[in-house]
């Protein structure tokens, strides 16, 4: 039977759109299933603050009788500003099948032609804010929280299709095997005593909604020269910090002031994807047990974000939060940590990780192409 693709409509058919992940992948030992409730949220426009920041189409897949693949095609108005007419395509799952794929990716082009795009990039889920890149390399390994993973075929899958490399992401892997580097600590003990003016607190759970606050204004400055980057509004802040808050560990979050004024932040997480990953999905009937008991047992971390102001980005902030998150690894007995994800021109911040052992594991790649 020919291939069917068939728009979707949100918040109704987001159950179905997700299941079809389940199916591609069932026998797949890697992959760390979404909490489906959460997905529906994200993809619900009543309740997901983005659907107002960009125009977006989800479409299906069906070959004989079953749904065999997910995309969805949308348009970030606020990428708009930084490269015109260029849209993004992302939920991009597929059998191993050319035509499924391929029946996919001209709807998402023929809804963003239709738009007034000229190219697109992606994946995207939605933006370089969510879940995003393909990974094109360490298939026998599980994602840590917040990364993506796709089967093995999709890279070659792009390919054939025209699509090509717009930019690679790295994850970097550091190993906890001893005291952090001489090299780094060292560092780190000097840029603290040559500026007495700077400080490095916790983050207070007990203040939150100010600290979120603090930080959103430290991101949007950090990274508003970073390729692909869209500053966060308020209402997406404020959603991305409550998902995240189950998932906070003082331990491993630092806020940098200089004179009582943050100037900096770092935000490392444990790899909820272990206490995740049983849970197949759901809280009932057994997942609340595993979200209840497993976090103790979580032995790997991810260094999430960590960024500076530009007017302070000259100084080796870097350096103390490393051996701080570093020391508190160690204490915590997490066997390392990853690093992720690293633009492949970011030189700064890759040379950093290389000075203290880190090395690249997993490549995530951004592809593109006209329409």
């Known amino acids: 039977m020919p291939v069917e693709i068939k728009p979707v409509q949100l918040p109704g058919d987001a159950s179905a759109f997700i299941n ?17 409730f959460e997905r529906k949220d994200f993809l619900n426009p009543a309740k997901n603050p983005y659907f107002k920041l960009a125009n977006i189409q989800c479409f299906m897949a069906w070959k004989d009788g079953k749904r065999v693949g997910t995309i969805s095609a ?19 799952e597929f059998i191993d099948d050319e035509a499924v794929a391929r029946g996919l990716l001209d709807a998402a082009r023929d809804w963003l032609r239709g738009q007034g795009m000229a190219r697109m990039m992606g ?21 840590l929280v917040l990364m993506t993973y796709n089967l093995p075929y999709y890279p070659k899958m792009y390919e054939r299709l025209g699509l090509t ?16 580097p001489e ?35 430290i991101y949007n400055d950090a990274w508003a020269d970073n390729w692909g980057f869209v500053k966060l509004t308020d209402e997406e802040f404020q959603k991305v910090a409550e998902g995240l808050r189950p998932m906070i560990d003082p331990r491993y979050c630092y ?22 990953k049983p849970m197949k999905g759901s809280i009932f009937p057994f997942g609340w047990w595993y979200w209840l008991t497993m976090p103790k047992k979580i032995n790997q971390i991810r260094v999430f974000v960590l960024g500076v102001r530009r007017e302070w980005q000259h ?36 040379g950093a990780l290389e000075k203290m052992g880190a090395k690249i594991y997993k490549t995530y790649r951004i592809y593109g192409g006209d329409l």
């Open 74 to 92: 949308q348009v970030d108005k606020g990428y708009q500003s930084v490269e015109a007419n260029v849209g993004f395509f992302g939920f991009f």
């Open 183 to 217: 090299r780094i600590g060292k560092l780190a003990d000097r840029f603290m005593e040559k500026h007495p003016e700077i400080t490095i607190r916790g983050f207070n759970p007990k203040n939150f909604e100010a600290e979120v606050a603090m930080a959103k204004d």
């Open 255 to 276: 806020v940098v002031e200089r004179n009582g004024a943050p100037i900096a932040f770092s935000l490392t997480l444990p790899d909820y994807n272990q206490v995740v």
């Open 20 to 36: 079809v992940w389940f199916d591609l992948y069932a026998s797949n030992p890697n992959w760390v299933a979404p909490l489906k």
């Open 315 to 350: 100084l080796a902030i870097g350096a103390p939060l490393y051996k701080r998150t570093w020391d508190n690894g160690r204490e915590a007995k997490v066997k390392g940590a990853e690093c992720s994800w690293i633009l492949e021109d970011n030189h700064r911040m890759r």
């Open 123 to 143: 994946p995207f889920n939605f933006n370089t804010n969510h879940e995003c890149g393909l990974l094109v390399d360490a298939f026998d390994q599980d994602p």
């Open 165 to 180: 490399k717009t930019k690679d992401l790295y994850a970097y892997w550091l190993e906890n095997n001893g005291p952090v």
